[in-house]
């Protein structure tokens, strides 16, 4: 999995260094519009931007031969016209469709729809450091007034599982006991809302609403949260006014669909290094920074799992984010 990301591909240094710079600290230009120069079953022969990509079985590679000579890959943003052609049978595999489509489909005898464990939880990011989120009391009240298993079955469809902790399930030294689910619990929500001190706290919550199933999650979290005493204010912004409030860590809460990386260490790194321009959250946890240079100077994962359980449990007991659920990867295939 980390192999298949950018960040942990295998470069050529040869190539690296007949195209451009190899310096430290200066990036490489040739890079940002070139793949890496490794190899794989297949080679790109044709590729036109936001429409379709050719694939060709690559003869000079070292493993198991690629079993389909050809491979066709449309880009589709259509929803509708990506679930027409999934029920009509015209795309051997579709992917990237919502869970309600994917449900549909799973009822039609046109389709079979598999799914498997994805890196791509579900979220409320807060800001840590300042306003009514900045209480780790009302933080933790949250979480324990999110009807977690309303939410996977009339958003997810059942294509999720659970958990609470800073990096998903499958990811090397995540401990499932360690990072057990919260459950919906509310009277223990609001005595935590007492406990911190706030009098009628109000939240801001900001959505991208074009995102699918994302106006009936922060609908569903309003209504619960409510129950227990928080109001909630619903800020709906555009794809790009989100991204860049998100990306800059000015707003208060967000609702949001990750992509997780697969690798526990950079995680923690990502999303709890003090004043770090990626922790956008604003996560700092006192004593964290100590363990965070014990977690870098690890040589191995077997050295490195003291440090996580421990920034583990620094994350959970701190409650800077909710997971509301992992969503899951799926795939329609024709029914044949």
């Given at each position: 999995m980390t192999l298949a990301q950018s960040r942990g591909s295998i470069y050529d240094p040869k190539v690296i260094k007949d195209h451009g710079e190899d310096k430290k600290g200066v990036p490489n230009q040739w890079l940002a519009a070139h793949?890496?120069?490794?190899?794989?079953?297949?080679v790109l022969d044709e590729y036109v931007a936001n429409n379709y990509a050719v694939l060709k079985r690559n003869p000079h590679y070292y493993g198991q031969a690629a079993k389909e000579p050809v491979v066709r890959v449309n880009f589709i943003t259509s929803i509708p016209t990506l679930m027409l052609q999934a029920r009509r049978g015209e795309a051997d595999v579709t992917l990237g469709l919502p869970p309600y489509v994917v449900h549909e489909l799973s009822q039609n005898d046109c389709c079979t729809v598999t799914a498997a464990p994805a890196f791509a939880p579900v979220t409320v990011s807060f800001d840590n450091s300042s306003g009514v989120t900045s209480?780790?009391?009302?933080?933790?009240?949250?979480?324990y007034a999110v009807p977690y298993e309303q939410i996977k079955a009339s958003?997810?469809?059942g294509y999720a599982d659970s958990y609470y902790g800073p990096f998903v399930p499958g990811t090397p030294g995540f401990d499932p006991q360690r990072s057990a689910a919260r459950p919906l619990d509310k009277d223990r929500a609001r005595a935590l809302v007492k406990e911190s001190g706030l009098v009628n706290p109000q939240i801001d919550l900001m959505i991208n609403p074009t995102s699918p199933g994302v106006s009936t999650l922060a609908t569903i979290l309003k209504a619960s949260w409510e129950d227990i005493g928080v109001t909630v204010n619903i800020d709906?912004?555009?794809?790009?006014a989100f991204a860049t409030k998100f990306n800059t860590g000015k707003y208060q809460s967000a609702l949001l669909f990750e992509s997780a990386g697969a690798v526990a260490a950079y995680e923690l790194r990502k999303k709890m290094t003090c004043g770090s321009s990626f922790n956008n959250q604003h996560i700092c946890i006192p004593g964290t920074p100590d363990l965070m240079k014990k977690l870098d100077n690890a040589p191995d994962l077997q050295a490195q799992q003291p440090y996580i359980n421990a920034l583990v449990d620094a994350w959970r007991a701190s409650s800077p984010t909710i997971i509301l659920y992992r969503?899951?990867?799926t795939q329609s295939w024709p029914t044949r």
């Open positions: 793949t890496a120069s490794s190899s794989g079953p297949y209480n780790p009391k009302l933080r933790e009240a949250l979480t958003v997810a469809y709906s912004q555009t794809p790009t969503a899951q990867f």
